[in-house]
């Protein structure tokens, strides 16, 4: 699909008639491009900026107008016509972060919907803007806010960062999916937009089982460093335990043996997952306030890890008891005493929980979810 850069640059009011029918015309062509090469995604505009500015206008010019498409895409989802929607999932990471567990979770939930039939395009944030129209977008909202299409669905899956969602952003998607129970609830009660609980999730496909004799430690950590993580860690050394690190900007807080790496390709961490005695899951921070469990502990699950994770008020009750959570520091270090001698209870434990995880929550379980409340979708 050809860039329209000279067409982008035009802004007088007047000739926006002319843009919209355009921008039309390019819709009608995505699908038949976006068969004829799976590399769609690379045909960008060499303008982001410009791209979004025109989006954000043409938004404007559309409501005055009332020239909303949304009605036949939704047509087409009741039908069941996967086959002649094109989804694009919108990413926060970038080109250069393929290895980073947020693009595995991306790709993850992309093979999800292909596997009932959507045609589905993977945007990195460099590539949200890029010159190729859609008929559904489905934000993963991380650090960075996205401005969405007016003439497309679009969904909002807020995963992390949830203090930096304001209302009037939520407003702008059709509907919004939060993973976390109780601030859903909040958060439904305060907007129009249609809000929903969605958790995150795994895929059993690459989360499984597999004990490798050169990932074992004691106490696993993954995280880069971080004030309310530093504490922590170097409580727990204080009290004789040897944490096996991976992260990076340790090593001005901890001495670099229990450093490992400074990172785990996201194809290796199931083996670290399931060999590991103890994996230490600390949210902190607002995660931890707002209650958003987070993805590692649905993959960490699935691996048959025993989990121990800070104060999130639904640990319990959203993994049936098998999730061991620490109310403090003193706290944290006697569970960590008392587990590492109890073999047995860990992997009854941790059992029971990749179970309830592959039962539950799954991407296959998700994408049902996000099907059938798009289906009930009423847009003007």
């Known amino acids: 699909m050809s860039s329209n850069n000279e067409t982008l640059k035009k802004s007088d009011d007047k000739n926006y008639e002319t843009l919209f029918k355009a921008y039309k015309k390019e819709r009608t062509n995505a699908l038949k491009f976006y068969k004829k090469s799976l590399n769609l995604q690379k045909n960008l505009d060499s303008n982001k900026k410009e791209k979004k500015l025109f989006i954000d206008k043409k938004n404007k010019y559309q409501k005055?107008?009332?020239?909303?498409?949304?009605?036949p895409i939704l047509n087409k989802l009741k039908k069941g016509q996967f086959d002649d929607l094109v989804i694009a999932i919108k990413t926060p990471i970038s080109t250069e972060q393929h290895n980073e567990e947020e693009y595995l979770f991306a790709l993850n939930l992309k093979d999800a919907l292909e596997k009932i039939g959507f045609n589905v395009?993977?945007?990195e944030r460099e590539n949200w803007y890029c010159d190729v129209e859609?008929?559904?977008?489905?934000?993963?909202?991380?650090a960075y806010e996205y401005e969405p299409d007016l003439d497309e669905i679009n969904v909002m899956w807020n995963i992390t960062h949830p203090t930096k969602v304001c209302d009037e952003e939520l407003e702008k998607f059709d509907i919004v999916f939060i993973a976390s129970q109780s601030h859903s609830k909040r958060i439904n009660d305060k907007i129009d937009t249609t809000v929903l609980p969605l958790l995150p999730c795994t895929n059993p496909d690459m989360f499984y089982r597999?004990?490798?004799?050169?990932?074992?430690?004691?106490?696993?950590?993954?995280?880069?460093?971080?004030?309310?993580?530093?504490?922590?860690?170097k409580d727990i050394i204080k009290n004789g335990n040897s944490p096996a690190v991976y992260g990076s900007n340790w090593e001005k807080f901890i001495d670099e043996k229990y450093i490992k790496a400074q990172h785990i390709d996201s194809d290796n961490l199931y083996r670290h997952y399931s060999s590991c005695k103890i994996f230490l899951n600390v949210h902190g921070g607002n995660m931890e306030k707002l209650d958003f469990p987070s993805v590692r502990m649905f993959d960490a699950l699935a691996c048959g890890a025993f989990i121990i994770c800070d104060n999130l008020a639904s640990v319990e009750s959203l993994f049936g008891g098998n999730v061991v959570r620490y109310e403090d520091t003193k706290d944290l270090e006697e569970k960590i005493e008392f587990y590492l001698k109890n073999e047995d209870k860990r992997r009854v434990m941790g059992e029971k929980g990749r179970e309830l995880v592959l039962s539950k929550h799954t991407f296959d379980e998700r994408v049902k979810i996000i099907v059938d409340s798009l289906r009930e979708l009423k847009i003007e």
């Open 134 to 142: 859609t008929d559904i977008s489905i934000v993963l909202r991380g």
């Open 64 to 71: 005055e107008k009332g020239k909303i498409t949304k009605p």
């Open 121 to 123: 395009l993977l945007h």
């Open 210 to 233: 597999y004990e490798d004799y050169r990932c074992y430690d004691d106490l696993l950590f993954i995280s880069n460093s971080r004030s309310d993580f530093t504490e922590i860690i």
